[in-house]
């Protein structure tokens, strides 16, 4: 990557051809990956926290 302005990411290949594609459509391609950086942690789908808190509450009266 060499550039990021708002959702454009200019990307830069190993033979100096340079493009530019919307980060939405580069994070949804299939072959889309991170390097030379940490792990990302893993998240809880949306929602799930919440189901998941409630789940033995108990609720009953």
Known sequence: MVALAGTAVRLRSAGGAESVV????????PDFA???TEPLPV???FGAASDAAGAGAGGGG
């Open 43 to 45: 998240l809880v789908p």
């Open 34 to 36: 991170v390097t030379s």
């Open 22 to 29: 919307l980060a939405s459509y580069l994070m949804a391609a």
